[in-house]
T-cell receptor, first 112, second 117 residues
Framework: AQSVAQPEDQVNVAEGNPLTVKCTYSVSGNPYLFWYVQYPNRGLQFLLKYITGDNLVKGSYGFEAEFNKSQTSFHLKKPSALVSDSALYFCAVRVNDYKLSFGAGTTVTVRA | NAGVTQTPKFRVLKTGQSMTLLCAQD?????MYWYRQDPGMGLRLIHYSVGEGTTAKGEVPDGYNVSRLKKQNFLLGLESAAPSQTSVYFC????????????????FGDGTRLSIL
């Protein structure tokens, strides 16, 4: 079954430092992976998706994700974090033509 | 550019009451979804629809019913609310996956916060 795991419940970084949010996946066939962000009292917003063949995917708000097939990972990264990046981040994998399976989420706190 | 709109935004119910949550999307998407979000559990799929007039069960369908009479609307009903249904409910929509566009994201509304006393 297609699934993702986010091993960290929380990530804390100082503003200006690099931010990494981890995601590992388990799929059969091609991995169709996504990252979403959720700000307080809002719905999930699409950040980026994996495109077959691109190991570094660029997305919204300066985020990027690194796909590593050998480690079955799709980590979200930002070179210089902002306080406004504090939010809940979800990794997701496409299960079939219709459905996604989401990780449990990682809360990111960026301190000034 | 509204995207996905959910009504109401907040609601408090008593156990046993019924209600309907409305989701509307203006992106002409074929697929629509209802999720619930509970602390530490991510998002769990309740029901989904792959087109007007069709619905299917997700991971946690018990206690809920849905209808998709129009392409742009997807309704979630609670016939007899229970405290275990206290949650934040999200609707989402997406276009279909094709060979040229195989990885379409889902677009979410801002949620309905439902408390059942």
């Amino acid at each position: 079954a297609q699934s993702v795991a986010q091993p960290e419940d929380q990530v804390n970084v100082a503003e200006g430092n690099p931010l990494t949010v981890k995601c590992t996946y388990s799929v059969s066939g091609n991995p169709y992976l996504f990252w979403y962000v959720q700000y307080p009292n809002r719905g999930l917003q699409f950040l980026l998706k994996y495109i077959t063949g691109d190991n570094l995917v660029k997305g919204s708000y300066g985020f990027e994700a690194e796909f590593n097939k050998s480690q079955t990972s799709f980590h979200l990264k930002k070179p210089s974090a902002l306080v406004s990046d504090s939010a809940l981040y979800f990794c997701a994998v496409r299960v079939n033509d219709y459905k996604l399976s989401f990780g449990a989420g990682t809360t990111v706190t960026v301190r000034a | 550019n509204a995207g996905v709109t959910q009504t109401p935004k907040f609601r408090v119910l008593k156990t046993g009451q019924s209600m309907t949550l409305l989701c509307a999307q203006d992106m002409n998407h074929e697929y629509m979804y209802w999720y619930r979000q509970d602390p530490g559990m991510g998002l769990r799929l309740i029901h989904y629809s792959v087109g007007e007039g069709t619905t299917a069960k997700g991971e946690v369908p018990d206690g809920y019913n849905v209808s998709r009479l129009k392409k742009q609307n997807f309704l979630l009903g609670l016939e007899s609310a229970a405290p275990s249904q206290t949650s934040v409910y999200f609707c989402a929509s997406s276009s279909g996956h094709t060979g040229r566009r195989p990885n379409q994201p889902q677009h979410f509304g801002d949620g309905t916060r439902l408390s059942i006393l």
